[in-house]
């Protein structure tokens, strides 16, 4: 809680469409470490929006005012990616820290542009890869980290060949599977203008989860392999230089009427599964839970609905947000309590890392290690070919 020695870190949020009224102007406001002082946006409906919804009063169509501005200690970056440099460089100038909106850049030397401003100026950055920050993905990722680093082998494991079994070099090496369900019907149009995301969702979206891979296997990528049938669907696998693989396989002719994202990792004989962020499974992990369910956030309009939470709470609250929403001719009603991923704690834990009094949260090296995978994707789609890192 905020001190008379401890007061809230002072943000300014620079670009205040969809995303941050959604996510990022709300958590600000009922941050306990963060406070929202000031809004800039080149349109003005947005920024009386801001004013009557949050308070804001330190109100700006300009970033350089709103970066000068000495109330402003740091930065929420949610502009669209073409004014991503620009904005970090000013902020970088200032020494205050930015928290950008992924993706952190739409071509590659705008990336290795804004990593070195970072780098020569020190400030603080997090990529907002929020997923990291979800407590279902924290909660796998110490389960399957402890799990790689001190194996225990579960009693009832088979054994069939005993000693006699083989000695192979990629015993024990793990393996990460991501499956993504979309509806592209819900996609925003900016997302089919070259000019805007020349890459599409290879790069706008593919992001969060070449980080997830990254950061579970805690290993370099080294070549990556992509197929895609256009914007819609496409699989990427990835090989690590020690040995592990991710495969990201992604439909966007889904439906939201099942979970979007789904996660399971094998390795040293155990296996960590995340079911969009509501549910944590194991199994052959000696000491681990059996299953944990997460709370949802956001409004619940049907809390007698899915009490038992979890994959099949969630289950049983979507399709009656969905009858709602057919019931009301309102497509929106749809969208009601949701699993929590992370963007509010992502801001938070920000808070922790300038002050110097927790880890970094998801820096510029982390991002752009990502992002690489995602450039090399693109070109192994393009090319037909496997890709190595060092080619992007």
Request: charged share 25%; hydrophobic share 40%; glycine share 8%.
């Amino acid at each position: 809680m905020p001190t008379a020695s401890r007061p809230r870190m002072r943000f300014a949020v620079i670009g205040c469409g969809m995303l941050a009224q959604a996510q990022h102007l709300p958590n600000l406001s009922r941050s306990h470490k963060a406070e929202l002082v000031a809004c800039c946006d080149l349109d003005r409906a947005s920024l009386d929006h801001c004013a009557r919804t949050w308070g804001v009063t330190r109100l700006s169509q300009d970033y350089h005012q709103t970066i000068a501005d000495p109330d402003v200690e740091a930065i929420c970056l949610a502009t669209t990616e073409r004014l991503r440099l620009p904005v970090i460089a000013a902020a970088a100038a200032a020494g205050k820290p930015v928290y950008v909106e992924k993706p952190l850049a739409r071509e590659l030397d705008e990336m290795y542009a804004i990593q070195k401003q970072v780098h020569a100026s020190g400030i603080p950055l997090c990529v907002g890869f929020n997923r990291r920050n979800s407590p279902a993905m924290i909660a796998a990722h110490r389960i399957f980290r402890q799990h790689m680093e001190q194996p225990k082998s579960c009693a009832w494991r088979f054994d069939r060949e005993g000693s006699g079994r083989p000695r192979l070099a990629e015993d024990g090496t793990a393996v990460m599977s991501v499956r993504i369900n979309d509806d592209w019907y819900s996609w925003k149009g900016w997302v089919f203008d070259k000019e805007h995301a020349p890459h599409g969702p290879m790069v706008f979206e593919m992001g969060h989860f070449t980080d997830l891979c990254n950061w579970f296997l805690q290993a370099e990528p080294e070549e990556v392999v992509a197929a895609e049938t256009g914007m819609l669907n496409h699989a990427v696998t990835i090989r690590y230089r020690t040995g592990e693989i991710a495969t990201i396989t992604t439909g966007s002719n889904g439906s939201f009427g099942y979970p979007k994202e789904l996660y399971e990792l094998m390795g040293q004989g155990g296996v960590v599964v995340i079911d969009h962020m509501l549910e944590l499974r194991t199994a052959g992990i000696p000491g681990a839970p059996e299953q944990v369910v997460f709370p949802l956030v956001g409004a619940d309009r049907h809390p007698d609905v899915g009490s038992d939470l979890g994959l099949f709470g969630w289950l049983a609250k979507t399709r009656a947000a969905a009858a709602e929403a057919v019931a009301t001719g309102d497509p929106m009603r749809q969208f009601a309590a949701a699993p929590d991923k992370g963007h509010a704690a992502a801001l938070d834990r920000f808070v922790d890392e300038i002050r110097g009094e927790g880890p970094t949260v998801c820096g510029v090296d982390d991002a752009v290690r990502a992002m690489r995978v995602c450039f090399a994707a693109v070109r192994s789609a393009r090319e037909h070919r496997w890709v190595r890192l060092e080619e992007v």
